[in-house]
T-cell receptor
Framework: AQSVAQPEDQVNVAEGNPLTVKCTYS??????LFWYVQYPNRGLQFLLK??????LVKGSYGFEAEFNKSQTSFHLKKPSALVSDSALYFC?????????????FGGGTRLMVKP | DSGVTQTPKHLITATGQRVTLRCSPR?????VYWYQQSLDQGLQFLIQ???????AKGNILERFSAQQFPDLHSELNLSSLELGDSALYFC???????????FGPGTRLTVT
């Protein structure tokens, strides 16, 4: 079965500092990996994805993520955090060994950026 | 705005009742997905349809059913509702079966 772990319930960072939100995954086949962000009372917004190719993928709003196959990780990063980045972040995985396109989500990490 | 629309935005109903949630995918998207978000279970995949056909099934209760119509909109039917069914229900869509999914704003269901 596929699974995703986000080990931190909350990450606190000062505005202007770099941020990292951690994600590890487990799949039986090759993974497709995604990051989504959820603002209060809103749906999930797609940030970026890893399908194949370069291990460093760039996404919306200056976010990027690094795929590490040996560590089965897909950490989300941003060089300089903004207060407006404060939100709930979800990592998700799709296992290519399974039929369909179902996503398995991690539990979410709340990012708090303080001025 | 993702382009995925969901109605209604909020729904309050009593235990034992039946409700229908509606989703219109982004223009051109053939796949529709339903997810449930609750505090104790997190975000869970329920079911996927692709061009009218069921493609994948997750932890969807037998009391729940869904369908995708020829115009590609989808409905999620929840029956014999229980207090534990209170949650946010999201619909998402994608172009095909392999692409990123775009989520609607959700329907908040409260069962009293």
């Amino acid at each position: 079965a596929q699974s995703v772990a986000q080990p931190e319930d909350q990450v606190n960072v000062a505005e202007g500092n770099p941020l990292t939100v951690k994600c590890t995954y487990s799949v039986s086949g090759n993974p497709y990996l995604f990051w989504y962000v959820q603002y209060p009372n809103r749906g999930l917004q797609f940030l970026l994805k890893y399908i194949t190719g370069d291990n460093l993928v760039k996404g919306s709003y200056g976010f990027e993520a690094e795929f590490n196959k040996s560590q089965t990780s897909f950490h989300l990063k941003k060089p300089s955090a903004l207060v407006s980045d404060s939100a709930l972040y979800f990592c998700a995985v799709r296992d290519l060994a399974r039929a369909g396109n179902m996503l398995t989500f991690g539990g979410g990490t709340r990012l708090m950026v303080k001025p | 705005d993702s382009g995925v629309t969901q109605t209604p935005k909020h729904l309050i109903t009593a235990t034992g009742q039946r409700v229908t949630l509606r989703c219109s995918p982004r223009s051109g998207d053939l796949s529709v997905y339903w997810y449930q978000q609750s505090l104790d279970q997190g975000l869970q995949f329920l079911i996927q349809y692709y061009n009218g056909e069921e493609r994948a099934k997750g932890n969807i209760l037998e009391r729940f059913s869904a369908q995708q119509f020829p115009d590609l909109h989808s409905e999620l039917n929840l029956s014999s509702l229980e207090l534990g069914d209170s949650a946010l229900y999201f619909c998402a869509s994608s172009v095909g079966g392999r692409d990123e999914q775009y989520f609607g704003p959700g329907t908040r269901l409260t069962v009293t």
